[in-house]
Every structure is written in structure tokens, then in C-alpha cells.
């Protein structure tokens, strides 16, 4: 009896087993073709449309900015002045000057006083009285010769008469001779004050004592070429 009993309970768990999967089968086909149904319904009765986005948030207040640093102040930098340099030799500084004329004064001159009358002048000396006048001494034919005619006069034939005033001293030699009428030739006019000075003598005239003193002679010599 126990054997057979065992024998039992062994199909009666194998069948157990069959109906279980068998149900399970069924329940699985039962609920995802019922799923299927509903979803394609409910698929078909949604109507779609589009949802826009909730706005975004106001943006939170900014904060206010910090105070910016303190700057440290650099002070300015100390510029030296250039250095000056001296030139040796400045250039020579020009002064203007400007001529200011002399403030114009006007004023009426005065009458002079009359000058004092001049003194006279005072009268020469009185000349010394004449004793005697000078005479000549030497011998004029000696002294103006025909040697001392002047070649350029001689050679172009020239003659004339020279007067001369002598100043004869209280020696008796000429001291001056002065030409006061020309011969028109001033080599015979100038040879015969020469030789005048140089060999023409004469006694001295003097004073009413005797004494020598100086006067003045006239003189005229004639030159005169001599024919051939």
C-alpha cells in the first residue's frame, strides 16, 4: 500500500506542474494581448501637442561690484634739469643803441652887450733910416756867362730877359731871390736866381749910424745866345 501510494503522489505533482505552466501560459497570453489591446486604443484616442517649456527664472540680482582697490599714488618722478653748459666763448652781446635826439629848447637870445672897442693896433716898428743903399760889388758879365746856359734852351735858340728882386743881407750875399718878370723860359728864369744866390755880391746897404742892414735890389739880366 505504501509503495502504491508513493507512486500517486509522484503524478499527481507531475500534473500539478503541467496545469501550473499551462495556466501560467494562458495568463501571460491573456494579459499581453489584453495590454496590447488597450495601449493600440489608448494610442489611438491621444491627441498630441506640443507643451512649451516653463519660462526660465528671472536671473538673480547682480551683485554690486566691488569698490575697486586702493591704488597705491607713485609720486611724479623727479625730473633734473639738464645740465648748463658754458660755452668759453659766449658770443659777443650787441647793444643797440638808439640815437635820442636832444630835447629842442627854444628860447630868445639876448642882446649881447656891445663889445669894447678894439685897441689899435700897434704901429710897426719904425724902419731903420737909410744912410746908404746896398751896391753891387761883382761883375754880372763873370757870373751869368754863356757857360751856364741851360743846353735845352740854348739848343732850341731861346732868349729873354729875367727880372729878378733879391733880399741881400747885412753880409752882402743874396739870402732870397724872387723872379718878378719872366723871360717865358723857366730854365733861364731859374738859373738866374741860382747863380744870383750863389756868386752875386754886394756892399751892405747901412743905417744913418753906418751900421749894416738888410734890403732889397732889383736885378735884370739878359740872355743872349752870341752868333756864329
Known amino acids: ?21 499551462l495556466m501560467a501560459a494562458l495568463g501571460y497570453a491573456f494579459v499581453t494581448g489584453l495590454a496590447y489591446k488597450y495601449v493600440k486604443a489608448a494610442a489611438e484616442k491621444l491627441n498630441t501637442f506640443d ?15 566691488p569698490p575697486p582697490p586702493d591704488q597705491p599714488q607713485t609720486p ?20 643797440r643803441t638808439v640815437d635820442t635826439p636832444p ?33 753891387l760889388k761883382s761883375n754880372l758879365g763873370d757870373i751869368f756867362t754863356e757857360d751856364f746856359y741851360p743846353s735845352s734852351a740854348k739848343r732850341e735858340g731861346i732868349q729873354g730877359r ?3 728882386s733879391l733880399t741881400i743881407g747885412p753880409n752882402g750875399r743874396v739870402s732870397a731871390c724872387r ?8 730854365e733861364l ?7 744870383a744866390q750863389r756868386s752875386v755880391r754886394y756892399d751892405p746897404a747901412k743905417d744913418t749910424d753906418g751900421n749894416p742892414i738888410e734890403s732889397t735890389v732889383a736885378l735884370a739880366v739878359r740872355w743872349q745866345l752870341t752868333e756864329e
Do not use: H
Open 1 to 21: 500500500m505504501a509503495y502504491a501510494d508513493r507512486d500517486n503522489s509522484g503524478s499527481r505533482v507531475v500534473a500539478v506542474v503541467i496545469v501550473s505552466i
Open 51 to 65: 507643451v512649451a517649456p516653463p519660462p526660465p527664472p528671472p536671473p538673480p540680482d547682480e551683485p554690486p561690484p
Open 76 to 95: 611724479p618722478p623727479v625730473v633734473s634739469p639738464p645740465p648748463i653748459v658754458q660755452n668759453p666763448n659766449p658770443p659777443p652781446v650787441q647793444i
Open 103 to 135: 630835447p629842442s629848447i627854444t628860447f630868445t637870445p639876448k642882446a649881447a652887450d656891445p663889445a669894447p672897442p678894439a685897441p689899435p693896433a700897434p704901429p710897426p716898428p719904425p724902419k731903420p733910416s737909410l744912410g746908404a743903399k746896398a751896391k
Open 162 to 164: 729875367v727880372a729878378v
Open 179 to 186: 723872379v718878378s718878370g719872366t723871360s717865358g723860359n723857366g
Open 189 to 195: 728864369d731859374a738859373v738866374t736866381c741860382r747863380l
